[in-house]
């Protein structure tokens, strides 16, 4: 994973989807980092939350749950 802050993560993410508001982005960001470090893992398979998928997606999971690819090097995650 590439690693970036939640400001970058959230800039980035409203360039791509004009129609989303910066403040709720990083919002929804930090309450994902905050469900990580309390203990939160893939309801699925249990691996590491994905911080930056879960929160866009509104569903906690890890990487590979959430998006079904093998090979999560090139997608970003948020510090
Ligand atoms: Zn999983």
């Known amino acids: ?12 993410y409203i360039k791509e989807n004009p129609g989303e508001k910066y ?18 893992a893939c309801p699925t398979c249990g691996k590491p ?3 930056a998928g879960s929160a866009i997606s509104g569903e906690d999971g890890c990487y590979f749950c959430l998006t079904g690819e093998k090979d999560s090097s090139e997608d970003y995650e948020i510090e």
């Open 23 to 40: 403040k709720e982005i990083v919002e929804l960001l930090k309450e994902a980092r905050e469900r990580k470090k309390s203990g939160a």
């Open 49 to 51: 939350m994905w911080m």
């Open 1 to 12: 994973m590439v690693k970036i802050t939640i400001e970058e993560f959230a800039k980035n």
